[in-house]
């Protein structure tokens, strides 16, 4: 009996020592068929890409992108219209061919309207210095009518962080209060993408903002919650393409050099 349970062991050893040696076989093989196919990159020109090959943007003398869409050079107000009843934009055009918030007239607002976009625009606070906190020198764009990128004297001026200038209203405080002093022209140069919607009118992807105020990023890639609301939560209503708004907040902002790029 000992005999044939010896037996019975050196043969199910042996038949496991043999099934190892074939699995190792056929990783030897394998590993064998593939490593020729491994090419080990020695030349720069393997990992040159020359299609497609971007297009060439040139520049005008007020280093207006040619791609871009200008809404305002100091010409006219034609690119515009007002907010509450579609009129023509009733705000003051300057002999220096800058634009004046007029008070009580109202927002104004593209006549296109827009998605995705990268916007340039530029401006100042009032002459005059009036007011504190959200009464100075407070003005406001908006992209597609929802979403809000605060403007605001934030030179030496406190008020709530997610209010001040460069914040998402009411959502996004800057990383920074890059303002300079009312006397100097201020530059916003800010990447918007628009929120998806599926057919349902469920948000199937969010908004962003970057922000970069006089050369400095303040909201680097921010999601976008929701609409920019004054009271309550933000929300989440379906809709398309919309236009940039600047907003009537009755102080004399003014603007100038104001284009757009479509993403």
């Known amino acids: 009996m000992k005999k044939i349970i010896s037996l019975f062991l050196i043969l199910c050893i042996s038949y496991s020592c043999k099934q190892k040696e074939e699995t190792t076989n056929v990783v030897e093989e394998v590993e064998e ?9 020695t030349d720069p020109k393997d990992t040159e890409v020359w299609e497609p090959e971007p297009k060439v943007v040139s520049f005008n003398e007020n280093n207006v992108p040619s791609d871009a869409i200008v809404l305002f ?26 634009m004046t918030v007029k008070p009580g007239a109202g927002d104004i607002q593209t006549k296109k309207n827009f998605g995705s976009v990268q916007l340039h625009l530029e401006w100042s606070a009032p002459d005059v210095i009036q007011g504190k906190g959200q009464g100075r020198g407070n003005s406001g764009v908006f992209f597609q009518n929802k979403y809000e990128v605060q403007i605001l004297d934030s030179y030496q001026n406190r008020t709530y962080a997610n209010g001040q200038a460069t914040s998402i209203y009411k959502q996004h405080i800057p990383l920074a209060n890059a303002t300079k002093a009312p006397d100097q022209w201020q530059t916003y140069d800010i990447i918007f993408h628009a929120p998806e919607f599926d057919t349902g009118g469920k948000k199937t992807k969010s908004g962003s903002f970057t922000v970069i105020h006089n050369g400095v990023l303040v909201q680097d890639h921010i999601e976008i919650i929701g609409s920019t609301e004054y009271i309550g939560p933000p929300k989440n209503e379906a809709h398309g393409k919309g236009p940039i708004k600047l907003q009537d907040h009755d102080n004399l902002v003014q603007y100038r050099n104001i284009w757009i790029r479509e993403l």
């Not at 050079?73 to 800058?98: F, Q, R, V």
């Open 33 to 41: 068929t593939i490593t020729p196919l491994k090419k080990e990159i």
């Open 73 to 98: 050079d100091g010409a006219n107000l034609e690119a515009w219209i007002s907010t509450k009843d579609s009129t023509d934009a009733a705000w003051t055009i300057n002999p220096d061919k800058t």
